[in-house]
């Protein structure tokens, strides 16, 4: 029987009739929301006592079994006696609900609201008039202000207001400001400290034709920004004033906007006129689209890779190899993170390749045979040998890097050698410690760029500068490098690049700054990768900064029940079990661990690995992290990639050698 459950509202479960199972008591309930707060993951049951109880009662263990029993009979009155509930589950000294993600409406409004990226008005009304209606009323509301649920219930209240206001957004835009205004009105009431509310509120009346009502709530917002917080509006809302007052033609809808609308539709026609029914063309000129629409970022990111796949996947079916080489190949946009965003995909495009390097006639222009050696170059990132052979299947794409740098050079392309410096750059991490390499990489990729015009690998080359000379402690230059970024980014609108620039002034922050403002600079920069379209990335990365954030101040970690640690938790692990001891635990979690992906992140995770072998006294965990590391000596632990930081890799090698003495 499929269970579902509501905390958008008063904590309610149903059956899969829609009915509502019997959750017994006030405790009960609480019991479950504790549990759906640690979204699928294990909560000891001390830490559950700790939670309920202010001051637990002697027998408080076994009430805790109690309600366990208590739920798993309301959850699944239909499972046969003394038979393991498969949704409540023991593991441990703990217990852990395993619900999948799309049974609680709160994982599904914050799935919904991270997946709206740069989507078109139409498609966000369409989400959030749904998403909107999963609500029932204040998140977990029959709880008051529990420990245990503050950061959640804040977290989807902010989600939900921010739902309200795209939504109202998505109105203006479609031309409906009328309908916007009632619920922005009741918003701004209810919210008076949020400004971007006030000002749609505005806008949303001036375009309805009530250009004396918008003044009006421009005049209540600074009164009550006032009131309440004792600070004047912000410029945005003081320049809608001057707008409106000097009836700004911006401010009327449709006359940019159609403009564009009518350039796009006229130019969509042509370009339809043009290509007739070629499909042969139309593939190639779709690939083209893709790889701008990439470089948007959000939902555009999204889709450009998965139409591209079905591009490929067309070019196959025709049976031309010249063609399926071309429809590959012409995606070349430039890639930073040595971690694919969909490895599946990316494996698939791999063997398309190969299969179209093998189908080729032997007189094929190498240019086509330098595009597809470079895409399996690029999409191959993070699959280097976990050693250092040279051959065989697994060193194939440092091949491939090598064989489609030496053709482009010789062909005196630059953007083909662009792509294939970017394939160069994916595969340089056969060991630590490579920072000045890539340093050299990133130099010529922005000079060629620059020089002939290549704005989007001009970026790249910067950003692998950023990396590089943040890895080799030279903050002064990767700022220079930042700027630089930022400059090219605002001039040709390429909304995705603030992301990598965002990240490295939060690192910036905790190198030079206190905890707190490090804390929020990685919070800040983490809402900016939201809906990115990069899982890659994200997956794990925020978690991961506020680690190394606390380990490098001198802070002992702690982890908030929930945590995913995405494709870092097998290193993470055994740092968090030394911190909440003993260290049994610990020791266990290093025995025989893996290797970290040849990564960026690298000489960051044997670092944390190195410090939980040092806590433990694991002699052979420590001799291989030192060979791994000593390569690094020189190099700040965690800055190649730009984002986060765990000092010195030397100071990392000194504690191991003393541990080892």
């Known amino acids: 029987m499929r269970v579902t459950f509501g905390v958008l509202g008063a904590v309610t479960a149903w059956d899969e009739t829609g009915r509502a199972l019997v959750l017994k008591g006030p405790r009960h309930r609480a019991f479950l929301a504790r549990l759906l707060v640690a979204q699928r993951q294990v909560v000891p049951v001390a830490r ?173 917002a600074r009164s009550m920004l006032r009131e309440h917080l004792g600070m004047d509006p912000g410029r945005r809302l003081r320049r809608l004033e001057e707008d409106i007052l000097r009836q700004a033609d911006h401010l009327d809808p449709g006359t940019a906007d159609t403009t564009v609308n009518q350039v796009w539709e006229q130019a969509t026609a042509s370009y339809d006129g043009a290509l007739g029914s070629s499909a042969r063309t139309r593939l190639e000129s779709t690939v083209g689209l893709m790889r701008d629409l990439a470089v948007t970022g959000g939902g555009g990111l999204e889709a450009a890779r998965r139409h591209r796949v079905s591009a490929v996947a067309a070019a196959e079916q025709l049976d031309d190899p010249v063609l399926t080489a071309r429809v590959i190949g012409i995606y070349d946009v430039p890639a930073i993170w040595p971690r694919a965003d969909d490895p599946e995909q990316s494996r698939w495009l791999v063997a398309a390749a190969e299969r179209t390097l093998r189908s080729l006639a032997e007189d094929t222009q190498d240019a086509a045979r330098c595009r597809l050696l470079s895409t399996i170059a690029v999409e191959s990132r993070g699959t280097l040998p976990a050693d250092t052979a040279t051959s065989g299947p697994l060193a ?173 938790e097998p290193w993470v692990r055994p740092v968090l079990l030394v911190e909440a001891g003993p260290t049994d635990a610990a020791a266990s979690a290093l025995r025989g661990i893996p290797s970290p992906a040849r990564d960026l992140m690298f000489e960051a995770l044997w670092c944390l690995v190195a410090r939980a072998a040092v806590a433990v006294g694991d002699r052979d965990v420590l001799t291989r992290a030192r060979t791994q590391l000593a390569p690094a000596a020189a190099e700040v632990a965690g800055a190649g990639s730009g984002l986060i930081t765990l000092g010195p890799v030397a100071d990392c090698l000194t504690a191991i050698e003393t541990a080892l003495r």
Not at 119 to 147: H, I, K, Q, S, Y
Not at 198 to 219: N, P
Not at 414 to 436: D, E, I
Not at 501 to 526: C, I, P
């Open 48 to 220: 559950l006592v700790e939670d309920m109880w202010t001051e637990p009662p002697a027998n408080a263990v076994g009430t805790v079994r109690t309600f366990v029993g208590d739920l798993r009979r309301g959850l699944e009155p239909d499972r046969p006696p003394r038979t393991p509930s498969q949704l409540l589950v023991t593991e441990g000294s703990g217990y852990a609900l395993r619900v999948p993600k799309d049974d609680v409406d709160a994982w599904r409004f914050e799935r919904c609201m991270n997946n709206l990226g740069d989507a078109r008005p139409a498609r966000v009304l369409e989400v959030l008039d749904e998403a909107l209606n999963w609500w029932r009323g204040p998140a977990f509301a029959d709880f008051g202000d529990e420990r245990w649920l503050r950061s959640t219930r804040s977290r989807l209240t902010e989600l939900r207001l921010h739902a309200v206001e795209r939504r109202a957004e998505a109105m203006i835009a479609l031309g409906n400001p009328a309908d916007a205004v009632p619920a922005l009105d009741a918003h701004v009431t209810d919210h008076p400290w949020r400004e971007d509310a006030w000002r749609m509120l505005a806008l949303a009346l001036y375009r309805s034709g009530r250009q004396a009502d918008a003044l009006s709530v421009l005049r209540r």
């Open 396 to 568: 194939r794409p440092l091949q491939a890097a090598g064989q489609a740098e030496e053709m482009a050079r010789r062909l005196e392309d630059p953007s083909l050698l662009a792509f294939a410096l970017n394939g160069v750059f994916m595969q340089s991490f056969r060991r630590a410690g490579l920072a000045a390499r890539r340093d050299a990489i990133g130099t010529e990729i922005t000079a060629l760029a620059a020089a002939h015009g290549l704005v989007h690998y001009e970026v790249l080359g910067h950003l692998i500068r950023i990396q590089s000379r943040c890895a080799l402690a030279d903050l002064t230059a990767a700022d220079r490098h930042a700027a630089a970024v930022d400059e090219l980014a605002a001039r040709h609108e390429l909304p995705l690049v603030s992301v990598f620039t965002d990240w490295f002034r939060a690192l910036r922050t905790a190198t030079t700054g206190s905890l707190a403002a490090a804390e929020e600079a990685y919070e800040q920069a983490a809402r900016s990768l939201r809906g990115a379209g990069m899982p890659g990335l994200e997956n794990g990365l925020l978690p991961l900064a506020q680690l190394c954030l606390r380990l490098t101040h001198g802070v002992a970690p702690h982890e908030t029940p929930g945590t995913d640690w995405g494709p870092y």
